[in-house]
């Protein structure tokens, strides 16, 4: 590694403690591929997420809506413009620490925070550190909650962690701490339990969407309000439970689109400066929550939430 390099990742490290928002910081320090910045291209929902400015923040999501691929990268904004802190990442098993440790977390950590030459900086799926802060994996293991003090907590998949006493041992952690931030996100599992449980505390936030023709902010859902399928059997009532395999097969996709809830024509849900994060309840100030749904982007189709759910 050239001096050059070391000197380059040095500044930019100390630039980066500036007044940047956490989206914004992700996007110009860290990289999806060698020479390739992130993007929120086509995850636009997640920036609010990021730049949320409570200290607890709970998000109901979808399997495979990318939150533990961001929550990571904000982990290392943290870790940066904060020096000397800790940040606590816990998964619900000891294999889903090491598989995205070694897999998803580490390979970004070298190629965008490489150990300069010379220097004993902690690199293992345990521990990885950068400069004097250091990120801590855990599994839901008692054993994993009795260590340093800890800033920032994340909790990856909180439904799965049930009611272990892990969550309030690494809770107990934050104690000595000035940040205390504690980050939670799940695909939920049951009412009234976990991330359902604790959202309903929040300010409860939803991802609206503008109709580009009646200009009606609303909140599209799988559901018959807002989903228009041409050739829908009148027996169907509700889309998840009432669509079998055979009538998913027989649906006519490419003319399926979103609709307005008032005007009935499609919603441009690709376009960001048309959505917006709206709390339910805005007075509740100290915890925030995000509701992340089949539509807070465009990625999700018709035809694969139909043949899937």
Not at 46 to 68: F, W
Not at 90 to 103: C, E, F, G, H, V
Not at 114 to 121: A, L, M, Q, T
Request: charged share 20%; net charge neutral.
């Amino acid at each position: 590694m050239s001096n050059e390099f070391l000197t380059r990742l040095q500044t930019r490290i100390k630039e980066s403690r500036t007044k940047l928002s956490v989206s914004e910081w992700v996007c110009q320090n860290t990289t999806l591929r060698e020479n390739v910045p992130f993007s929120f291209k086509g995850h636009a929902f997640q920036r609010d997420i990021l730049d949320c400015k409570t200290k607890i923040c709970y998000v109901k999501k979808l399997a495979q809506c990318g939150l533990s691929e961001v929550s990571f990268r904000s982990a290392l904004e943290f870790m940066v413009n904060n020096p000397g802190t800790s940040v606590l990442y816990a998964y619900p098993t000891i294999d889903m620490k090491l598989r995205n440790s070694q897999t998803r977390i580490m390979p970004i950590l070298n190629r965008d925070f490489p150990v300069p030459k010379g220097s004993n900086w902690i690199r293992n799926s345990n521990i990885m550190q950068i400069e004097n802060s250091f990120l801590y994996m855990s599994s839901n293991s008692e054993s994993d909650s009795n260590s340093t003090s800890i800033d920032y907590i994340i909790l990856d998949e909180y439904d799965l962690m049930g009611n272990n006493p892990f969550v309030s041992m690494v809770n107990s952690r934050m104690q000595a701490s000035k940040h205390r931030i504690k980050r939670c996100f799940s695909t939920p599992t049951f009412t009234d339990f976990s991330i359902s449980r604790d959202f309903a505390t929040s300010d409860m936030r939803e991802y609206f969407v503008k109709c580009p023709h009646c200009n009606h902010w609303q909140v599209p859902l799988y559901d018959l309000n807002s989903v228009h399928i041409p050739n829908l059997p009148k027996s169907v009532d509700r889309l998840v439970e009432d669509i079998t395999p055979e009538i998913a097969a027989s649906l006519d996709y490419a003319n399926s689109y979103v609709k307005c809830t008032r005007c009935s024509k499609p919603l441009h849900l690709g376009d960001d400066a048309q959505r917006e994060w709206v709390a339910t309840h805005p007075d509740r100030v100290s915890i925030a929550g995000f509701q992340v749904r089949p539509f807070s982007s465009d990625l999700l189709s018709i035809e694969y939430l139909a043949t899937t759910l």
